[in-house]
């Protein structure tokens, strides 16, 4: 699914460029659940921005299902992130004004899914995440749990096959953070890839593999 080679994310330039990753080299087979971890500031995030193609690297190559992404164009890089990737925010990045099932639906607006589909596949998706009842609340009317999952349901929305993570749970009281777990669990369980940054070890415990960074480098 992933094959990272020598990534590098250098931010400025010249002098005063700082390397927040170096020579960062792993893959992530298909279905695997991978946790990232490491001290604030490591470059976990970069990463993680990196692999959902919400940046370009310095240096180095990623290719994602096969498909090397150095020489894409901006509108094919959000083609193929349209397409392959879903991914989940620590503040949810909601739009405040939507009531669930609109913020689902955005994802599958953007890729020309019919209106019809759109709203089926949204309730489907809110009720996997244990929130069928509640379609038709706006942001502010969920708990920060609730929130994070119409985030999981709304990154599902054009059924990727590589779900990421920053900080799912780092908002979120313990209860939470167990339900929002148990979910990612769950849709791994289901043959979904999973790529996760935390800063939680019980979070990591759980993962398949633990990818852990330091000072931009992988340990
Ligand atoms: N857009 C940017 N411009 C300049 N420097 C940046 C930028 N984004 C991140 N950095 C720096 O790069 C380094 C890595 O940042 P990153 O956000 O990847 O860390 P992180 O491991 O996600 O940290 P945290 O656990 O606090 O979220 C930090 O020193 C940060 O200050
Ligand atoms: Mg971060």
Redesign the pocket.
């Known amino acids: 699914m992933i094959a990272c080679d020598g990534l590098s994310r250098i ?2 330039e010249g002098r005063e460029g ?1 390397p ?2 170096q020579g960062v080299s792993f893959d992530v087979a298909d279905g695997e659940f991978v946790a990232v971890m ?12 990196l692999l959902g193609l919400l940046d370009r690297p310095s240096g180095g190559r990623y290719r994602l299902g096969g498909v090397d992404t150095a020489g894409m164009s901006d509108a094919e890089r959000t083609a193929l992130r349209r397409q392959k990737i879903g991914f989940v925010f620590q503040a949810f990045n909601l739009l405040p004004r939507l009531s669930a099932i609109e913020n689902v639906c955005v994802p599958m607006a953007y890729a020309g899914v019919a209106r019809a589909e759109r709203e089926h596949r949204a309730r489907e998706l809110l009720s996997r995440a244990g929130l069928g009842s509640k379609a038709r609340r706006t942001p502010l009317e969920l708990s920060g749990g609730e929130r994070q999952r119409v985030g999981i349901a709304r990154a599902l929305a054009n059924r990727p096959g590589l779900l990421l993570a ?2 799912p749970t780092g908002n979120l009281d313990s209860k939470s953070s167990a339900e929002i777990l148990a979910l990612l669990r769950e849709l791994h369980q289901g043959g979904m890839t999973v790529v996760l ?1 935390t ?1 939680d070890p019980a979070i990591g415990a759980s993962a398949q593999r633990l990818l852990k ?1 330091k000072d ?1 480098r992988l340990e």
């Open positions: 931010y400025g700082y927040a990753l490491g001290p604030s500031g490591c470059g976990k995030s970069t990463l993680l921005n920053d900080e940054v800063h960074l931009g």
